[in-house]
């Protein structure tokens, strides 16, 4: 099993691949033919999450799509952050106690 702060960390890279994806879409929505990315998350089997970017089947721009995608991310970056900040406390107050 992976440690507690690779995990958090897994989830804001799968964040950040999400928000990237998001603006791709909103700086190419004016592109006649426009191919929207997606992004798929699956689980990893020793904890942690990976991404995959994929066509969409949505084609064309979709403002309130690539909206709620971006404030999606920002709050899943937050609470893993929050996560990974938790797990290093911690890892620092069982030091501290062993100390």
């Known amino acids: 099993m992976s440690s507690i702060s690779s995990i958090a960390l897994s989830g804001m890279n799968a964040a950040q691949t999400r ?3 998001a603006a791709t879409n909103v700086a190419n929505s004016q592109t006649e033919g426009l191919q929207r ?9 020793e904890g942690g ?6 066509n ?3 084609t064309g721009p979709a403002p309130e799509a690539d909206l709620v995608s971006q404030l999606q991310a920002k ?3 937050l609470a893993n952050l ?3 900040k938790t797990g290093n406390a ?4 069982m030091l501290d106690h062993k100390a």
Do not use: E, K
């Not at 911690?90 to 107050?93: D, L, Q, T, V, W």
């Open 82 to 84: 929050s996560v990974f």
């Open 56 to 58: 969409s089947a949505r």
């Open 37 to 45: 990315r997606a992004v798929q998350q699956s689980a990893q089997a």
């Open 19 to 21: 928000l990237a994806v």
């Open 49 to 54: 999450v990976s991404t995959q970017v994929v």
């Open 90 to 93: 911690m890892a620092g107050a």
């Open 75 to 77: 709050n899943a970056f």
